[in-house]
Structure formats: structure tokens, C-alpha cells
């Protein structure tokens, strides 16, 4: 199987959203306290749902707070740009707040809440099986 890990190197951002539209069977979304208030995470994340065939699953941490209502209109004040423009890679913020409210649907993102690391081997447990009985368990 292969493992695609994303990483702080940001200089090939097309390659990376790339990777995401054509490789990516399954992505599994790490929602920490900053995840979604950073581009290139908001860019992937709506690369897999409106460009690809990608299966998200979400794991939730307990610093996660979801985007409030305010947040969602003003997505461009929420999501820290510094040094990263989506629009470039042709990623509306439309786009964006699609692919958040997705993500927060249950009914189209499985999620795994991680209450506290005590719990984390079973909440992997359940990650592993959630990916099986998707599209396989390659993860590119």
C-alpha cells in the first residue's frame, strides 16, 4: 500500500493538489486547532471533495473547534493566507465553505472523535476499519 503523508513543504503546492485530484483514494483529515486555518489544508481538503474521487474520512481531536457561522462567511479573514493564495490554484472560497460543510456532515464524512490519547489505539482500531470498508485501504 502506499502512504501519501503531507508535509511543511509548501514550495509544491500544485504538485501536492495534484497528488490529491489523481492519487488519493482514501484521505484521512487530522482536525487539530489550527488544521482548517491553514491554506494549503483548506486547498487540499477541497481538492479531494470537487476534484477527485477521494473517499475523507475526519479524526477529530479535543483542541478541534469547528469554524462558527461567522467564521464561514468570512473564510478569507478565517483561513491565514500568509504566504499561500488559493486562488491561484483556481480554489474558490465557494469552493472552500462547500468542502468545510461537507466535511462536517456526518452523512458524507465519517468522523472519529479522539477524547483522549488513553483511547487512541481503539479510536485507530475504528479509523482502520472505517478506510476497509470504504474504497480499500490504500492511502496514497
Known amino acids: 500500500h502506499s502512504v501519501f503523508i503531507d508535509s511543511e513543504d509548501l514550495s509544491g503546492l500544485d504538485v501536492i493538489f495534484d497528488i490529491v ?16 486555518r491553514r ?42 493566507e500568509t ?16 468542502s468545510f460543510l461537507k466535511l462536517f456532515d456526518p452523512k458524507q464524512t465519517p468522523c472519529i472523535n479522539v477524547i483522549n490519547s488513553a483511547q487512541s489505539r481503539l479510536q485507530y482500531e475504528h479509523l482502520a476499519e472505517a478506510v476497509k470498508k470504504g474504497r480499500g485501504c490504500k492511502l496514497f
Request: hydrophobic share 35%; glycine share 4%; charged share 25%.
Open 21 to 36: 485530484k489523481t492519487k488519493v483514494q482514501t484521505m484521512v483529515v487530522y482536525l487539530t486547532r489550527d488544521t482548517l
Open 39 to 80: 491554506p494549503w489544508c483548506a486547498g487540499e481538503i477541497t481538492t479531494a471533495y470537487l476534484a477527485s474521487q477521494a473517499q475523507v474520512l475526519v479524526v477529530r481531536l479535543p483542541s478541534f473547534r469547528s469554524p462558527t457561522e461567522e467564521d464561514m462567511k468570512d473564510l478569507p479573514k478565517y483561513v491565514d
Open 83 to 98: 504566504g499561500c493564495s488559493l486562488k491561484q490554484y483556481g480554489i474558490s472560497w465557494d469552493h472552500v465553505r462547500t
